[in-house]
């Protein structure tokens, strides 16, 4: 996979930032659609891509998955309990399980799982994936008529990708559990009321923008900071301001895949 180096020898610093910050967002669309085909293609899952990709599932998400949850429980009962006791003073109780489902499960697990796996898992990977380039393990791979795309690149990006709707959906679980039970206790008595307000929240178009807002939280960790890595040895400033700029990049992702949710729910 090579994507194409771009110079502006003619032009001045301020001239050449704005081509250089499109020529990045290229290199992360071409790189995001090469390891989308890839992961559509069966002849990519040979036996060493296979074996690397169970590894990079299991490390990726097993050690962080457990305590990644407890944190979202602990967090569960504090606002459940903030928001039904100040919903109780105001005589607001009928709204206050509605908040905490839209608050927690529609916007804020999915969100915090996404930068979760992106600062334990993604970034650090594409950290990895710079460094074998630049210890030329990557020629050595291609040397020996393997592709390092396919063998060490696909299968971190689908282990990131796995790891945040892992940990969203796990947490979500949980959450809804928790706040059920912080709200009614340990009675089947609520189960009714409760199930309709999740179906409330939960209509269609929802849980359709909630399914899209994970996947898409999962393909912008996995893909941006991997396509940094990658290239950070080929722009003109530092690797320091490469993986910066690959961090911006991310995280305003994240804001705008965001704010398009937010204006799909509520709008």
Same mark, same amino acid.
């Given at each position: #996979?090579?994507?194409?180096?771009?110079?502006?020898?003619? &032009?001045?610093?301020?001239?050449?930032?704005?081509?250089?910050?499109?020529?990045?967002?290229?290199?992360?669309?071409?790189?995001?659609? %090469?390891?989308?085909?890839?992961?559509?293609?069966?002849?990519?899952?040979?036996? /060493?891509?296979?074996?690397?990709?169970?590894?990079?599932? !299991? @490390? /990726?998400?097993?050690?962080?998955?457990?305590?990644?949850?407890?944190? %979202?429980?602990?967090?569960?009962?504090?606002?459940?309990?903030?928001?039904?006791?100040?919903? !109780?003073? !105001?005589? $607001?109780?009928?709204?206050?399980?509605? #908040?905490?489902?839209?608050?927690?499960?529609?916007?804020?697990?999915? &969100?915090?799982?996404?930068?979760?796996?992106?600062?334990? %898992?993604?970034?650090?990977?594409?950290?990895?994936?710079? @460094? #074998?380039?630049? /210890?030329?393990?990557?020629?050595? +791979?291609?040397?020996?008529?393997? /592709?390092?795309?396919?063998?060490?690149?696909?299968?971190? =990006? +689908?282990?990131?990708? !796995?790891?945040?709707?892992? &940990?969203?959906?796990?947490? %979500?679980?949980?959450?809804?559990?928790?706040?059920? $039970? =912080?709200?009614?206790?340990?009675?089947?008595?609520?189960?009714?009321?409760?199930?309709?307000?999740?179906?409330?929240?939960?209509?269609?178009?929802?849980?359709?923008?909630?399914? +899209?807002?994970?996947? *898409?939280?999962?393909?912008?960790?996995?893909?941006?900071?991997?396509?940094?890595?990658?290239?950070?040895?080929?722009?003109?400033?530092?690797?320091?301001?490469?993986?910066? @700029?690959? &961090?911006?990049?991310? *995280?305003?992702?994240?804001?705008?895949?965001?704010?398009?949710?937010?204006?799909?729910?509520?709008?």
């Amino acid at each position: #996979m090579g994507v194409p180096i771009f110079s502006f020898p003619r &032009l001045g610093p301020a001239g050449a930032a704005p081509l250089r910050w499109l020529t990045g967002w290229w290199r992360i669309l071409f790189f995001g659609a %090469c390891i989308l085909v890839l992961a559509a293609s069966p002849s990519s899952y040979g036996r /060493d891509t296979r074996s690397a990709l169970l590894r990079h599932l !299991y @490390q /990726d998400t097993a050690p962080i998955l457990w305590w990644f949850t407890a944190l %979202c429980a602990l967090l569960t009962l504090v606002i459940t309990r903030i928001v039904v006791v100040t919903a !109780y003073s !105001y005589g $607001l109780s009928r709204y206050a399980l509605e #908040m905490v489902i839209r608050v927690l499960v529609l916007e804020l697990i999915p &969100l915090t799982a996404a930068l979760f796996v992106a600062l334990r %898992c993604t970034i650090p990977n594409g950290a990895a994936l710079a @460094q #074998m380039r630049r /210890d030329g393990r990557f020629a050595a +791979l291609r040397g020996r008529g393997v /592709d390092p795309v396919v063998t060490a690149v696909l299968p971190r =990006a +689908l282990a990131g990708v !796995y790891a945040t709707i892992t &940990l969203a959906a796990v947490s %979500c679980v949980v959450a809804l559990v928790l706040a059920y $039970l =912080a709200v009614y206790g340990w009675t089947s008595a609520g189960v009714a009321g409760y199930t309709h307000v999740f179906g409330h929240v939960f209509n269609p178009s929802v849980a359709l923008i909630f399914l +899209l807002k994970t996947i *898409f939280f999962s393909l912008a960790v996995s893909i941006i900071p991997m396509a940094s890595g990658l290239h950070d040895i080929e722009s003109h400033g530092s690797r320091e301001s490469a993986a910066l @700029q690959g &961090l911006v990049r991310m *995280f305003a992702v994240l804001l705008v895949l965001e704010a398009l949710s937010l204006a799909g729910n509520y709008a």
